[in-house]
């Protein structure tokens, strides 16, 4: 009797520790739409203004700094040109001569790959701005993570099918203090207009 007492009584611990050790190893995945998120940050709306002045500010002077060089440098080509027809008209030396026209050259191709430029310049401001609220946002989703026992949180857009219960970005917007419009909550029902 004795025996079978604690044959039971290691049964009984070795299924809860079992029991237990199968519940921590529990997955529970939750998810939010970060860009949903970031996009309704104060900071957010701050960005557009900051990039349109960064362009206007930087990348415009810098244009206007490329432009004059490169009007300065081909007029000095054209007039040495022109002083070439003159009889004595003094020429500047082949090796400055030569030097010019690599720069005129450079000049030209870095601008009309301008676009480029800019477009990169924009989106390296543009990541350098968004990164802080990025950050903001990831502290957010990791605390409710933490607080509702999720172990995974991936953004909505990585899933074909997923619950409404398990979408957290009302709670990570109740801790970050914003306000999300009602359409990108979970089990938002768009009203039909009324028909007259």
């Given amino acids: 009797m004795m025996k079978k007492m604690k044959a039971l009584a290691l049964a009984a611990v070795c299924f ?25 940050m104060p900071a957010a709306a701050k960005i557009d203004s900051l990039l349109d002045r960064y362009q206007i500010d930087t990348i415009g002077a810098e244009r206007t700094r490329i432009e004059e060089d490169f009007n300065y440098k081909d007029s000095i080509l054209k007039l040495d040109d022109s002083l070439k027809k003159v009889p004595g008209g003094r020429v500047m030396p082949e090796s400055v001569r030569k030097q010019h026209e690599r720069d005129v050259q450079q000049l030209y191709m870095t601008l009309a790959q ?11 401001k543009q990541q350098e701005l ?57 089990g938002y029902k768009p009203t039909a207009p009324a028909i007259k």
């Fill in 16 to 40: 809860f520790a079992l029991a237990s050790g199968l519940q921590a190893q529990t997955t529970k995945i939750g998810y939010l739409n970060i860009q949903t998120v970031v996009g309704h």
């Fill in 130 to 186: 968004v990164m802080p609220i990025y950050q903001e946002v990831m502290a957010a989703v990791r605390a409710v993570a933490k607080e509702k026992g999720y172990t995974h949180i991936m953004d909505e857009t990585a899933f074909l099918v997923k619950p409404d219960g398990d979408n957290i970005i009302k709670a990570v917007a109740d801790k970050l203090k914003i306000t999300i419009a009602p359409q990108f909550l979970p």
């Fill in 114 to 124: 301008w676009r480029q430029v800019v477009d990169e310049a924009v989106q390296n």
